[in-house]
């Protein structure tokens, strides 16, 4: 059978076959379809026929079937399937008022060639499994529309455009339904995944987001930044033989719509509990503890260090990457949801977390990870030398990108150099471009295989002209008589044996040094812990990396009631990470609490 | 948001002092520790050290000098006005105790921020002498409120119009010379003030402390922008500091990684004129 890709790619999918008007034999609504075939018993022109019908593609063809024409009418068709009549009644034409004979199809029969029924419980066998793989293999992935490569260098909007209705659809149509679904192993917060799919192929837009919302509180950003290929999409079946599912953008689309369509309504908390939650740092694990205790009825504040909420969500990604109407939609919803937030409060210094447990019943710390490591190398002083935290604040959170509209100034150069290979270091390379730099290198001591960033973002800075310098790591910074940074003398370097880990780590070549030229650097190597908290809590544990120390099943620190998530407990990680640890310290929060008000009842 | 209760001119106008209702920070903030304004949701955060405070009244004093776009922006505040941001206290406070005499240096603005520190001192018990140095008659600023706080207290200028002619580090070494008896000197001021300071104390031996002030944006340790080199390692001013051992401080370096953004700077300051 053939079905090629182009084909499919040219579908245009539409629900409804042409009503007709058999009171005034008039035809409306009718376009150009581009159904491929229709097999099933109807009633046409007053008698049962076996409707096999395919204007388009020829495996049906030889059969008898009886070609639809444009008017053409059914007074009846039946699902193969369950029998039901898949003719609206409800229909009427629009000029005299009869009933027509529209035929309601779902929408994952529109791209493939079968049909099944809509009406609830139908499950069509039409093809054997076997065969219904065979044919998905065959549908591409869909990609996201994105701006013009030389264009969007120009701007800071956001790069993929999102699906179309039609395109989530085709791509949600690519999903198998497995009935053991390893994606869902794969995701850290084990979002439904089949299960919202499925709502997006019966076109239940509104439905597909709340199944998402039940284990992924900010699904809008999870879609975006998510390193989808080493998670869900990675587990997927259809990876085997072709690419899998593009699940992170089909769920970008379902909470895009939710969104734009207005449909994201506030829950009623009906249970109001007497007790009081202090969240510390509003990053993503922060913002997922506040809203599950909300909803259990606690009532929540949030200490947050910068003037705005977020985290790393507004101070580090940017807003081509992830645009802040987002993450600020978000934060309004849980404002709205009952959150009370304290900005401006660096807790360990206004607050320190015992003065926090004298008027709150249970606090989270989520903080992030916010001291950014340097490579104690000659010549990091030198002006225009950045780490990644300093250039994106500066860019993304003060909006230097709109100086001088906004006060802080815009870090420039003309030649930047990265040294890095995360998604750090390719929001940095990124922004970097878009500030007018001529000429952009990401310096990345390994291959290309241990880039650590998405593979999404990777290709988006080659399409953006960023260079790539593998295998390559800063040895010096040279600068000028000004003290500016004018170039890096870097060493290369091989993959040697495999350590311990089973990772092969980069030694230098000895004698292999050059010098790049460059007038500004950003070091994207990561963060160490920050230690506010630290300092005015000595009774709170580390582990041996200096980050706090947590029970794996709680999140419970050393101090009672003291729980901790995200980044400060397990280093730079993912956003989705930092969630999935405030959930679980959400879930055990609740169970102690309830637990000690149970106790105290009784003794009363 | 913070409300400005009251605000005084000094020195002729370019140095200005707030005090602004903040009773959460003035509960808890100490000697030598800082805080980072943002005056409107366009502006830059700049830090400035408290230099006094009323946890009774809920107050706490800022004093700035106007050098670029929002501090010229803060000037045109006026009383009763609100503030968007103030995240605070920030930095370490500075290491108070009773140790016997001690001399505080203060240059231009850091004269505010010395107060504070110098009160501290006095408090503690210390015998405190104050060096106060300016350009010139009316750029000294705090003159009452030293007086009331030091033993002794002297005055300098650069020209010669009030107290001695000449730089603080000239009354400073007389002292160095006629007394064995001071424990440490504290400096305060524009860098080059505590570079020479602390070149001077060096050779007398005497511990100094001075206090840094490198650009800084989050003040919370965050992004590295303020890293200084102590004692030749890389230290984050705004967590580790801002007070640091005067005699391994490497000024020069502060020196040029503040000067970095001047261009940048008077654009921003035209754009806000125009
Ligand atoms: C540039 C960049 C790009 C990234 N890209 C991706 C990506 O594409 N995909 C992905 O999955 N992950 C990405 N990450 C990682 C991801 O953002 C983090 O793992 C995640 O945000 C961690 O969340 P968190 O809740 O631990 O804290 P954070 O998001 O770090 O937020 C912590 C918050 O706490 C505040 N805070 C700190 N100290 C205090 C204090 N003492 N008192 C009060 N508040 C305080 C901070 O100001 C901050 O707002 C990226 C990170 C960066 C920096
Ligand atoms: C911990 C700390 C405490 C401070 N306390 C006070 C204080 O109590 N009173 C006071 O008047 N100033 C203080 N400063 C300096 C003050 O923060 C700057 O003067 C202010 O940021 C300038 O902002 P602006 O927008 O008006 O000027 P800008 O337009 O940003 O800069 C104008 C000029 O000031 C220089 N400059 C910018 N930032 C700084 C800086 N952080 N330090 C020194 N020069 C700078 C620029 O290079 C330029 O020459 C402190 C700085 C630090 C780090
Ligand atoms: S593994 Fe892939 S094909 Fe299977 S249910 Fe999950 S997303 Fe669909
Ligand atoms: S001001 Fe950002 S780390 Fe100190």
Request: proline share 5%; with cysteine.
């Amino acid at each position: 059978m053939a079905l090629l890709d182009q084909d499919v790619k040219y579908l245009k999918f539409k629900t409804y076959l042409p009503c007709y008007c058999p009171h005034c034999k008039k035809t409306f609504n009718v376009e150009k379809r581009d159904v491929k075939y229709l097999n099933f018993t109807g009633v046409y022109e007053g008698a049962d026929v076996d409707v096999k019908i395919s204007p388009y593609l020829n495996v049906f063809e030889q059969e008898s079937s009886i070609p639809l024409k444009e008017g053409d009418l059914f007074e009846d068709l039946k699902c193969p399937s369950c029998n039901k009549s898949l003719v609206n009644p409800d229909i009427v034409c629009g000029d005299c008022g009869s009933p027509v004979g529209e035929v309601i199809l779902s929408a994952y029969s529109r791209l493939i060639p079968f049909f099944s029924c809509l009406k609830v419980g139908c499950e069509w066998h039409g093809l054997t499994r076997a065969d219904e793989r065979h044919i998905k293999i065959k549908i591409p992935r869909q990609e996201m529309p994105e701006q013009d490569q030389k264009l969007r260098i120009q701007t800071y909007q956001e790069v993929p455009y999102g699906y179309t209705t039609e395109l989530a659809s085709l791509e949600a149509g690519r999903c198998l339904q497995c009935k053991n679904p390893k994606c869902v192993e794969g995701c850290p917060v084990n979002v439904d995944i089949p299960g919202f799919i499925k709502c997006i192929r019966e076109d239940d837009f509104d439905g597909a987001a709340k199944v998402v919302k039940e284990k992924n509180v900010l699904p809008a950003i999870c879609g975006r930044v998510c390193p989808q290929e080493n998670q869900c999409e990675e587990k997927c079946i259809l990876g085997i033989k072709t690419k899998p599912v593009a699940i992170g953008n089909l769920e970008r689309f379902v909470a895009d719509w939710e969104r734009k369509m207005d449909l994201v309504k506030i829950p009623i908390i009906k249970t109001k509990l007497n007790k009081r939650i202090a969240v510390v740092g509003s990053g993503p694990s922060g913002l997922t503890v506040a809203a599950d205790m909300l909803q259990y009825g606690y009532s929540v504040t949030m200490y947050e260090a910068f003037h705005e909420a977020g985290g790393v969500l507004v101070y580090g990604i940017p807003e081509f990457r992830l645009p802040k109407s987002i993450v600020n939609f978000e934060i309004n919803y849980l404002r709205e949801l009952g959150l009370r937030f304290e900005m401006n409060h660096v807790i360990g210094k206004i607050l320190t977390i015992d003065e926090l447990l004298e008027h709150f019943d249970a606090v989270f710390i989520g903080v992030g990870a916010g001291l950014p490591k340097f490579m104690n190398i000659p010549g990091e002083a030198l002006g225009n030398v950045f780490s990644a935290n300093e250039y994106l604040t500066r860019m993304n959170l003060m909006k230097a990108y709109l100086f001088p509209e906004y006060d802080t100034p815009k870090p420039r150069g003309t030649k930047v150099a990265v040294i890095g290979g995360g998604n750090v270091a390719m929001d940095c390379a990124r922004t970097a471009i878009r500030t007018g730099a001529s000429d952009v290198t990401i310096v990345y001591r390994r291959s290309r295989q241990e880039l650590p960033a998405r593979h999404e973002e990777v290709r988006h800075a080659e399409e953006e002209g960023i260079k790539f310098r593998l295998l390559t790591n800063p040895v010096q910074y040279l600068g000028t008589d000004g003290n500016m940074v004018k170039g890096i003398e870097c060493i290369k370097m091989k993959l040697g044996e495999p350590d311990a880990s089973g990772r092969r780590s980069p030694v230098p070549i000895e004698g292999s040094n050059i010098v790049l030229p460059v007038d500004l650097v950003v070091v994207a190597i990561g963060n160490g812990s920050n230690p506010i908290i630290f300092q005015t809590t000595p009774n709170l544990n580390r582990n041996k990396w200096g980050n706090i120390e947590v029970n794996q099943q709680t999140n419970e620190t050393s101090i009672p009631y003291v729980y901790a998530g995200g980044d400060i407990v397990t280093g730079s990680a993912t956003v989705i990470e930092a969630m999935g640890a405030g959930r679980i310290a959400a879930n055990a929060m609740h169970k102690k609490l309830s637990a000690k008000t149970k106790k105290t009842t009784n003794s009363n | 948001m913070f409300q400005i209760l009251r605000k005084q001119e000094m020195a002729k106008g370019t140095i200005i002092r707030f005090e602004i209702n903040a009773p959460k920070i003035a509960k808890k903030v100490q000697a030598g520790q800082f805080v980072i304004v943002r005056i409107n949701d366009t502006g830059e955060r700049i830090p400035l050290t408290v230099a006094d405070k009323d946890e009774f009244s809920g107050t706490i004093t800022l004093i700035f000098q106007v050098v670029g776009k929002t501090t010229a922006l803060m000037r045109s505040l006026k009383q009763g006005d609100l503030i968007k941001d103030i995240a605070g206290p920030l930095g370490q406070p500075a290491h108070v105790s009773n140790i016997g005499t001690v001399v505080m240096v203060g240059g231009g603005t850091g004269v505010a921020i010395l107060h504070h520190v110098a009160k501290a001192f006095k408090e503690a018990g210390n015998y405190v002498i104050g060096i106060l140095g300016a350009r010139d008659r009316d750029m000294l600023i705090l003159e009452e409120e030293m007086t009331a706080i030091c033993d002794e207290l002297v005055i300098t200028t650069d020209d010669g119009s009030y107290g001695d002619r000449g730089f603080v580090t000239d009354s400073l070494k007389k002292y160095l010379g006629e007394r064995s008896d001071i424990k440490m000197v504290y400096a305060i001021g524009p860098i080059v003030m505590m570079k020479f300071v602390s070149k001077l104390t060096e050779k007398y031996k005497v511990p100094t402390m001075v206090s840094l002030n490198p650009v800084m944006i989050d003040g919370t340790g965050m992004c590295g922008g303020c890293r200084v080199t102590v004692d030749n390692k890389v230290k984050f001013c705004c967590v580790d500091g801002p007070d640091f051992d005067g005699h391994k401080v490497d000024y020069e370096e502060l020196e040029k990684r503040n000067s970095l953004y001047l261009k940048d700077e008077k654009a921003s300051l035209l754009f806000s004129i125009r």
